[in-house]
Each structure stands twice: as structure tokens, then as C-alpha cells.
């Protein structure tokens, strides 16, 4: 994607996001949008449509998490708590906005489709803003859909948050991510007990904890 079409797309996720405070998400138009963002319908030509600006809002609150935790002291599940709640302070921001587009969004086969992509997207940008990003243990696929799953469960709780300081959403975070490194854990204990061909069945390491706990605020 060019930076001037992406300069435009985000410019219309964010009139959308603005509008869409005061008017339902299902009621936005694209001539709404392109007034509010100070541009003219034309300049959306070819470019996009309100479908296309709403899948948009994805990858913009993917550049949430660009700043980064690549801190190594920090274990990796930290780390990737860190970068995907910086995602979710953005949506905070825009709360209304969002609920809105969630639930258009329900109404929208299309769009639900394109989401799964989304998701996945997101899931890799988060492995790369944490440094997590290299070979590890797994192949990249494996582990961008179990975050994946831990984005969509921490979404939902997201979306019932009753706390300023979205401690629901953070616990459903932190609860997906610590299932997903156990797992982790007790595969590769298995696979490395078939590998060493010592013929012994590794202990399952369910009850495993990471050195560094983190705690959600």
C-alpha cells in the first residue's frame, strides 16, 4: 500500500471514528466521512468506500502497538500483553465509535470475513512490536492464530468492560495469554522427549508459571 493511500484511508477511519460518536455506524456515508476528514468525495475514488474504510480501522489501531515492549528482561508474555493493550487504549478512546462499527460490523458477512485476515495481521504486527518475531519454537502460522484467539476473547471482554481502567479486558488478556504459553510449553516438552529418543513421556507443564509474573493494573 502507498503511504498517500494510506494517509487517506486513515483520515477516513478517523472522520468515521468522529462521526460515528454521534451516528451509528450503519448510517455513515461516504460523503459524511470525506467532509468531515476536510477532503472531497472525489479524492475516495477507486480508493475507497465506507467498507473499505471500515476494514481500515484495523490496521490504525494496529499502529498502537508500533511503539513497541521489546524490553528482554520482560518475559514474552509481557512483552505481548504490552503491545496488544496498547491497541485496545486506543480503541478506549474511541468507545462509542468502536461498539458502533462492532455491531454494524455483525450485520456485515463481508466484513467478517475480511476481520479473520485482520486478526491474523494483527497477531503477526504484535509478535513483531514485542521482538518476538524470529523462528522460536513454532511455525509463525501457529502461533499468529493462537494469538489471534487471545485478541478476539480479550475483544469480547473489551466490549462488556464496566472498569476505567479496563481491568476485565487486561485479565481476559493476560488469562488467554498464559493458556497459550502453557500450551506452548507442554508441546514442546513432548516434542523434545520424542526428539531425545530416550523413549520417557515428559510431564505435562500445565502448572507451569514464567519467572517474571506480570500483573494487570
Same mark, same amino acid.
Given at each position: 500500500m502507498s503511504d498517500a493511500r494510506k494517509d487517506l484511508l486513515n483520515k477516513g477511519v478517523e472522520a468515521a471514528l468522529e462521526l460515528?460518536?454521534?451516528?451509528d455506524?450503519?448510517? %455513515?456515508? !461516504?460523503?459524511?466521512?470525506?467532509?468531515?476528514?476536510? %477532503?472531497? !468525495?472525489?479524492?475516495?475514488?477507486?480508493?475507497a468506500d465506507k467498507a473499505k474504510i471500515s476494514d481500515a480501522v484495523e490496521a490504525w489501531l494496529d499502529d498502537a502497538m508500533s511503539e513497541g515492549s521489546?524490553?528482554?528482561d520482560e518475559t514474552p508474555r509481557t512483552r505481548l500483553f504490552d503491545v496488544i493493550?496498547?491497541?485496545?487504549?486506543r480503541m478506549e478512546e474511541h468507545r462509542e465509535a468502536m461498539l458502533s462499527l462492532i455491531e454494524w460490523r455483525q450485520t456485515q458477512p463481508a466484513r467478517l470475513l475480511n476481520l479473520i485476515a485482520a486478526r491474523h495481521t494483527t497477531a503477526s504486527w504484535a509478535l513483531s512490536c514485542s521482538g518476538l518475531d524470529g523462528s522460536g519454537d513454532f511455525p509463525k502460522p501457529i502461533r499468529t492464530t493462537a494469538i489471534a484467539w487471545a485478541l478476539a476473547?480479550?475483544?469480547i471482554?473489551?466490549?462488556k468492560e464496566d472498569s476505567a481502567d479496563m481491568s476485565r479486558t487486561m485479565a481476559k488478556l493476560d488469562g488467554e495469554l498464559r493458556k497459550m504459553e502453557e500450551r506452548a510449553?507442554?508441546?514442546?516438552?513432548r516434542f523434545s522427549g520424542r526428539k531425545s529418543g530416550t523413549?520417557?513421556?515428559p510431564e505435562a507443564t500445565t502448572g507451569h508459571e514464567p519467572t517474571t509474573e506480570h500483573q494487570p493494573s
Open positions: 460515528a460518536k454521534t451516528i455506524w450503519r448510517d %455513515l456515508t !461516504l460523503s459524511a466521512i470525506a467532509e468531515r476528514a476536510g %477532503l472531497s !468525495l472525489k479524492d475516495f475514488h477507486g480508493v521489546t524490553n528482554e493493550m496498547m491497541r485496545f487504549d476473547q480479550a475483544e471482554a473489551w466490549r510449553g507442554w508441546i514442546t516438552s523413549g520417557e513421556k
